[in-house]
């Protein structure tokens, strides 16, 4: 994943931001709080005037990371992930409550669950989730590992809203998973 600095914020992602922020300063429980983010990001998906052309921009080899904000106080990052055709995530979970929204495209996505094997354990593949422009899905910790992809044949660009500063952690993602897996 190649990532980008913090642009300058246009209207659209300032009422974006403001509206995030109204959702996340309510204190409440982090799936709680993903549900309203999820809310709060559903009616502006989609807008041509969300995001510039360079941040609808790809990196031929991986995945693309567009930091929009970070919120001083470190309560949440707003990026937006772009993914050329083909391109996948690791398995992986997050350190904390996400919210992702599909702007353009379609991204697929496989669940899975830490399922004990033993001595050690193995992931079990629970669901597999298209979601296209305009849908949204929330999510908090545990029981957030998965695996996300563009497996469409355009550029897929999405917005994900993490309750954390990326910019200060450097990624969302807590654990990389590197067990055997059961389609």
């Not at 642009?7 to 659209?12: F, G, K, L, S």
């Not at 309203?36 to 991986?62: F, I, K, N, S, W």
């Not at 545990?142 to 450097?170: E, F, K, M, Q, W």
């Amino acid at each position: 994943m190649t990532t980008t600095p913090l642009p300058t914020a246009n209207p659209r992602l300032r009422a974006l931001v403001a509206d995030l922020r109204d959702a996340v300063d309510r204190g409440l429980p982090p799936g709680t709080t993903a549900r309203l983010v999820a809310e709060r990001l559903a009616p502006h998906l989609g807008a041509p005037d969300l995001l510039t052309a360079a941040q609808c921009e790809g990196d031929p080899a991986r995945y693309r990371q567009h930091v929009l904000h970070a919120e001083p106080d470190g309560g949440f990052s707003v990026v937006a992930l772009v993914w050329l055709p083909g391109q996948a995530t690791t398995v992986h979970d997050h350190v904390s409550w996400c919210v992702t929204g599909v702007h353009r495209g379609e991204e697929h996505e496989r669940r899975f669950a830490l399922v004990p094997d033993g001595t050690s354990a193995r992931l079990v593949a629970t669901q597999d989730v298209v979601s296209r422009a305009g849908e949204v899905a929330a999510f908090a910790p545990p029981g957030d590992i998965h695996l996300v992809r563009n497996g469409g044949d355009d550029t897929a660009v999405s917005l994900h809203v993490y309750g954390a500063d990326i910019t200060r952690l450097g990624t969302s993602i807590r654990r990389v998973y590197r067990l055997p897996v059961d389609a």
